[in-house]
């Protein structure tokens, strides 16, 4: 439509009105002529000859007159039927458009469902994937779990031409038999182990996989694991209690040792206390339970000194502070000499040479910090060799261990492991108790190196206020006697 328009204005304003032009300039080229000869006529005062020819010159003006009034309608016609056409190629161009607009949103509506589809089917492969995976783990969580129990129903040719649903109800049905029988109580004839290594034929009364009683002629008790789906007594057997239960009777307290599995034997000797543990150590144990308990003594008294070294600093600071701003230094030296600690020490130290040049100033109270160092730093030095001396020592009781070992080896061959033991027990022992001791004693005593780091910078803190005070005091005095 704008094409059209446009093309429509273009002849209306540009070609139209150039034809008409070059018309009238026909006829005005012809004109002077024209007046040129009725001038001629008129000078001929009414000569017959000139009123032929004006008829004659008007007659050819009609003539072209009218030749051009044709041509001005058939350029008119022509330029009206061009506006037809165009106007109708345009309308069937945007009726084209209009199509093809059609199309594209049916493509683009169809691409959305097409793609809404691939996503669809996408998502249904991911969750027949997931599903497919969940089934794997459960099959194979399922056979190790029956596989412990003597059911073990997964490797028959049966099971495996079933399909996912009926090997699905298959294990669950094992499964609950397997529950059943693990959550109740059970009795059958058998053979355990008494604690003198004998094999007896008895009955076991089986509380479902978790706990175990023998009744035997000889001996009865509570069965715990020996390894390789064998019972023993427990050191602890309760016979009276094993025995009543295989006479269907049930005592008020029913004592049991619960086990996971048959398979793995259980330890069933005393362990040992603590002077046990420090005592297969040997000598080199006892040196660090010694070192231990005098990193604890000098942990104790260092921070008694680091307590003492920064009682009430603040208020110190804040005491001493305000009598120099009053101008009475005398006052701030005798309440710091009645205060204890590091912090009344240097800044009393301050108070008696504030007459001093600043530079001197500064060297006599870094002198001060520094006689309080002393001080802080007690003891800490100590605490950090211990600290690094303890696992050396547990090293040396390693080497000690494994020097003794190799040495029964050596001896004895490695026939008997309970030979083998108070060497091992040396090795490793020390060394865990020099750990045990150092790494606390080590970040104590970082701790504590920190802290005195921390009360030498308030010392200094303390007394630059002191002196800056001072300093604001003659400033002010200086400024009023002017």
């Known amino acids: 439509m704008l094409r059209r328009k446009g093309f429509t204005r273009f002849f209306a304003s540009g070609l139209l009105p150039v034809l008409l032009s070059l018309g009238a300039g026909a006829v005005a080229q012809q004109a002077p002529d024209a007046n040129e000869m009725a001038s001629g006529m008129d000078g001929s005062a009414g000569s017959s000859a000139g009123s032929d020819g004006q008829a004659e010159l008007r007659q050819a ?214 002077l046990e543990t420090i005592q297969s150590g040997g000598v080199v144990a006892w040196l660090i339970l010694l070192l231990a308990t005098a990193a604890l003594t000098l942990i104790i008294a260092r921070i008694v000194f680091l307590k003492r070294a920064s009682t009430s600093t603040s208020e110190i600071t804040d005491q001493a502070a305000s009598h120099v701003e009053q101008g009475d230094t005398e006052q701030a030296i005798e309440f710091c000499r009645q205060r204890k600690g590091s912090t009344a020490a240097v800044v009393s130290s301050a108070l008696r040479n504030l007459h001093r040049e600043r530079e001197s100033l500064d060297d006599i109270i870094n002198e001060s910090i520094l006689h309080e160092s002393a001080h802080l730093e007690r003891f800490g030095t100590m605490i950090l060799v211990i600290a690094a001396v303890a696992p050396l020592l547990g090293l040396l009781g390693t080497v000690t261990g494994m020097i003794a070992t190799f040495e029964v080896i050596t001896e004895h061959g490695t026939g008997d492991p309970q030979l083998l033991s108070g060497g091992i027990s040396t090795a490793l022992v020390t060394t865990e108790l020099g750990l045990i001791v150092a790494v606390p004693t080590l970040l104590i005593g970082n701790a504590l190196s920190g802290w005195a780091d921390r009360i030498k910078d308030d010392l200094q803190k303390a007394a630059l206020r002191v002196i800056n005070t001072h300093e604001r005091v003659l400033h002010r005095n200086e400024r009023k006697a002017a």
């Open 61 to 274: 003006y009609q003539k072209e007159y009218a030749f051009l009034a044709a041509q001005k309608r058939d350029l008119e016609e022509r330029i009206e039927a061009f506006e037809q056409r165009a106007e109708q190629k345009v309308a069937n161009t945007e009726q084209s458009i209009d199509a093809l607009q059609d199309e594209v949103l049916a493509l683009e509506s169809r691409v959305s469902e097409v793609q809404q589809q691939l996503e669809s089917v996408q998502q249904e492969r991911e969750d027949a994937q997931r599903n497919s995976d969940v089934l794997r783990a459960t099959f194979q969580q399922a056979g190790v779990s029956l596989d412990e129990h003597g059911r073990n129903v997964m490797d028959s040719d049966a099971f495996n031409q079933m399909s996912e649903e009926k090997r699905l109800e298959r294990i669950f049905s094992v499964g609950r038999d397997v529950l059943n029988r693990l959550s109740s109580v059970s009795r059958e004839s058998g053979a355990f182990f008494t604690q003198g290594g004998d094999k007896v034929k008895g009955e076991l009364i089986r509380f479902g996989g978790v706990a175990t009683y023998g009744v035997a002629e000889e001996t009865a008790g509570i069965l715990v694991p020996a390894g390789g789906g064998e019972m023993k007594l427990w050191n602890e057997p309760h016979g009276d209690t094993a025995r009543a239960l295989a006479q269907g009777e049930w005592p008020g307290v029913l004592p049991a040792f619960v086990h996971a599995s048959s398979d793995d034997a259980v330890n069933t000797a005393e362990g040992g206390g603590v």
